[in-house]
């Protein structure tokens, strides 16, 4: 205990059990030994000056406890010279540590911390600062060891490790929160002699437990920092049993405080980030069910972190682990959240298609529950996305004849490949117009029609197409038109009847050897070709289809593109062009309608149009007669004139 003797002087420690090395065992200023503290989240408080915390803090809060209760400093004489021990000097310590003089337990910390003096506090800590003055570790000792005494309720967290006698610590507990909210680089600048440490107390899970929680500390004031401590002292430790729990309890609770992930983006990557997902998604590991649950309910913020702010530039990265681990055999559950990862990496990063197109060979098992995903949710994928894709189809489509050929690779394997290959490519062209069904049903419907309105009428010449026909005069027409070819097939008959015997014998005879001659020749170089050009011709046939799949894919978009501008240039023409002429030709046509009722005075007859035109053609006449006669005076006047 820091007590000061009667007559003040220089101080000195004294452990129990032994005598004090100096005389004068005066007595101290009295009271219990008392620091400055405050509980989690309950008390507010500014440490002025700050902590100076040191590299032996954990040290002396977790290692030494049985060291601190055993050395106490105590102010002895100031002038006296040293006397040998004073063997009554340990019945003082006893008095002062006496369990009826001891602070009361409560049953919980709130209710310690209501009961808490802060008067009394503040006091003890002035007193503190004015005898230790420039020794804030001191001071810090102070404080926890005062809360430590005074806040004597059930511990509440099962992760600290107790004192072997049975001390609270709930002074270091605070005095770790208030250090390490206020500076948490203290903890993320040394993480990797303080994942030695933990490793080297693995055998002590309390202790490992104690440690992770201290450390963790830094993360509920500073997500970044947070999550650096997370990723450096806590993933590695995953697999163990009796220390995973926390660390995923942990990282719920850090992902919740912070609901805001983009300070965090950039501090996951591949290294740590597939590691996770084999934890959360791969059965039988060293996580128990249910944390494995928690853990996948976590992943997608971890993938949100582990994108970052840009996932259209980074996504490719992550393509290649992805793919490996889609394998027919994985479990569901991971399969779906790999293929649905990696059709997010193909919808939202470019580059993702081309890293999958050096993949492909050498994954063809993954590559078909791919294109066999994609083929389902075709329908769900950004046209942007499906206009990338197609390339990369075509080029799988080639590689996957190429295998075929050389038989290498698993032929199942590039069988399924293939025919998913072929779904996508049809899914990429679209529906096409069914032109034949189209071109057979109009004649149909033709037909059927004629046969309505021949059955709903009594006869053809009373059924509307027979009026139709009549009135438009394509009737009387169609019968001359009819009976002419009838006429001219009889004697095309008899013609051919009398003459095609006769020519067939005379061709037959002239044009024989000729033909032989030709199917020799023929015969000849096909079978030179067949020998010579037959790498040529393979070449050509595998360019042709070549060719021919990529004008299959390009060219529907091409065709559209024209339908589109087709479709906009008759649009404009129908507006601009046509309905302005067929206006004027209305008008034109009313406006000789009456002319040529007044011309023939109310009855428009063919005599009275037969006149009219002749009378037009005859003024017509004249007046190009008239302009003839005007020209050529004109040309003399002019020739004259020269």
């Known amino acids: ?26 007595r101290g200023a009295g009271g219990d030994r008392r620091a400055l503290g405050e509980a989690n989240g309950v008390w507010k408080y500014d440490l002025t000056p700050p902590i100076q915390t040191t590299s032996t803090l954990y040290e002396r809060g977790f290692e030494k406890i049985m060291k601190r209760q055993n050395k106490e400093q105590v102010p002895p004489r100031a002038v006296e010279p040293k006397k040998p021990a004073n063997k009554k000097q340990p019945k003082k310590v006893a008095m002062l540590t006496n369990p009826s003089q001891k602070q009361g337990r409560f049953r919980s910390l709130e209710e310690a911390l209501k009961a808490l003096d802060v008067a009394a506090l503040q006091k003890e800590l002035d007193k503190s600062q004015s005898v ?75 202790k490992c437990l104690t440690i992770m929680w201290a450390l963790g500390q830094a993360g509920f004031g500073n997500f970044t920092e ?50 996770l997902l084999d934890f959360a998604y791969m059965p039988n590991n060293s996580l128990t069910p249910s944390l494995q649950e928690q853990l996948c309910q976590l992943f997608p913020r971890l993938k949100v972190l582990a994108f970052g702010s840009k996932p259209e530039s980074t996504l490719h990265i992550y393509f290649p ?33 081309s890293v999958w197109r050096q993949l492909y060979p050498k994954h063809l098992s993954q ?17 942007k996305t499906q206009a990338s894709l197609q390339e990369s189809i075509q080029s799988f489509k080639v590689t996957n004849q190429e295998l075929l050929k050389k038989g290498i690779g698993n032929t199942e394997q590039v069988v399924t490949c293939d025919t998913a290959c072929k779904g996508l490519l049809q899914q990429a062209q679209g529906p096409r117009p069914p032109w034949i069904w189209l071109l057979l049903l109009l004649p149909i419907s033709a037909v059927g029609l004629l046969c309505y309105d021949l059955q709903s009428h009594s006869s053809f010449q009373a059924s509307l197409t027979g009026q139709l026909l009549l009135s438009s005069g394509l009737l009387p027409a169609g019968q001359y038109i009819c ?134 053609a005859q003024w017509t006449w004249l007046c190009l007669q008239d302009s003839t006669v005007a020209f050529l005076d004109w040309a003399l006047a002019m020739i004259s004139q020269q």
Not at 367 to 383: M, N, T, V, Y
């Open 483 to 616: 009976a002419k070819f009838y006429s001219y097939g009889l004697q095309g008959y008899s013609w051919l009847e009398e003459t095609l015997p006769a020519c067939s014998s005379h061709l037959s005879t002239v044009v024989r050897p000729s033909l032989q001659l030709a199917w020799a020749y023929t015969n000849a170089t096909a079978s030179f070709l067949s020998a010579h050009c037959a790498s040529h011709l393979a070449w050509f046939n595998e360019n042709l289809t070549d060719t021919y799949q990529r004008l299959q894919i390009q060219l529907p978009d091409a065709l559209h593109q024209l339908l589109r501008y087709l479709k906009e240039l008759l649009l404009l023409l129908h507006q601009s062009v046509l309905q302005p002429a067929w206006h004027l030709l209305l008008q034109a046509l009313a406006q000789a309608q009456e002319h040529w009722h007044e011309v023939c005075r109310g009855e428009v007859t063919w005599n009275c149009i037969k006149t009219q035109l002749s009378e037009a």
């Open 132 to 206: 230790f003055t420039g020794n804030p570790s001191v001071w810090l000792k102070d404080l926890a060891s005062y809360l430590n005494y005074k806040l004597q309720a059930p511990r509440s967290e099962p992760t600290l490790s107790q004192h072997t006698h049975g001390e609270s610590l709930h002074g270091y507990r605070i005095c770790i929160q208030a250090i390490l909210q206020d500076k948490p680089k203290i903890v993320t600048t040394n993480l990797g002699k303080f994942l030695e440490l933990l490793r080297s107390h693995q055998s002590r899970p309390a």
């Open 1 to 26: 205990m820091a007590a000061k003797a009667a007559d003040g002087g220089r101080w000195e420690v004294v452990k129990k059990g032994r005598r004090p090395g100096a005389g004068g065992g005066g």
């Open 321 to 353: 682990s992805f793919l490996s681990r889609a394998t027919p055999s994985c479990p569901p559950e991971m399969k779906k959240q790999l293929l649905s990862s990696l059709t997010q990496c193909l919808t939202v990063d470019p580059l993702s298609a």
């Open 226 to 275: 947070g999550l650096k401590v997370w990723l450096g002292i806590m993933l590695p430790v995953l697999g163990i049993k009796s220390l995973s729990p926390f660390a995923i309890a942990y990282l719920d609770r850090l992902l919740l405080m912070h609901p805001n992930l983009s300070k965090g983006f950039g501090m996951i990557g591949p290294k740590d980030f597939f590691p």
């Open 367 to 383: 590559s078909s529950l791919l294109l066999e995903h994609l083929l389902r949710s075709w329908e769900r994928i950004p046209k």
